[in-house]
């Protein structure tokens, strides 16, 4: 396989059922470290204005309204309120928000892992996509269950990668017009990171 990598202009990001919820079964990790890395994939986006499309299900019912940190940080990105659709790729309108993306390369991540990201990410593998699942900003109530998920993805030749990977192969270049955001999202969402941050700002005389 050829090493074609994420950049701003390539990719976007899909956010699958990030309801308040589905969130309570959220058992693989803390309440803490999942809302920590959902925001870190939502400052992601906007850092290097990735288009974004977020979908729920069901959402008046028990499954709760979007998280506030993905719907308040995406406030431009297109929202689809799926009726009962399981895969959200069997709904019309979200096929057609992500194709109107015009990214070949997507991110998914979601709630559950097993069954909101894998059937998301195998329909958009079928149907042509890069298609790379954030894991650890996904998440499901058993551990068990999430690697039996990743093995499933994989095997369909959809890549695992956890939001750091992903800045990291966004950025590039810490003198890139984005390095200095980027430091700023390390350094507030990555806790030895932050201790990186201060050391930068206190070169350059801001600490």
């Known amino acids: ?19 308040t919820g589905l969130a309570n079964g959220v058992q693989t990790q803390s309440p803490a470290d999942f809302l920590n890395n959902v925001k870190a994939l939502v400052t992601i986006a906007q850092v290097y204005d990735l288009p974004a499309v977020i979908t729920t299900s069901a959402s008046d019912g028990p499954n709760g309204p979007i998280m506030p940190v993905v719907a308040h940080g995406l406030p431009n990105a297109a929202v689809v309120h799926r009726p009962g ?13 992500v194709k109107a993306t ?26 042509g996509y890069d298609v790379y699942a954030v894991v650890d900003a996904s998440g499901t109530w058993s551990k068990l269950v999430e690697d039996a998920a990743i093995t499933r ?55």
Not at 1 to 19: C, G, P
Not at 115 to 122: N, W
Request: aromatic content about 8%; overall charge negative; hydrophobic content about 55%.
């Open 1 to 19: 396989m050829s090493y074609e990598r994420l950049t701003a202009e390539n990719a976007a990001v899909l956010f699958v059922d990030h309801q």
């Open 85 to 97: 659709e399981i895969n959200a790729f069997d709904n019309a309108d979200f096929a057609a928000a």
């Open 102 to 127: 015009g990214r070949k390369k997507l991110l998914i991540a979601g709630i559950s892992t097993d069954v909101c990201v894998a059937f998301a990410a195998l329909s958009a593998k079928e149907a």
């Open 153 to 207: 993805m994989v095997q369909a030749g959809i890549v695992p990668i956890n939001w750091v990977a992903v800045g990291a192969e966004l950025l590039a270049h810490w003198q890139s017009a984005t390095g200095e955001a980027h430091a700023k999202l390390m350094g507030d969402h990555l806790p030895f990171a932050g201790n990186n941050y201060a050391g930068f700002l206190a070169a350059k005389g801001q600490a």
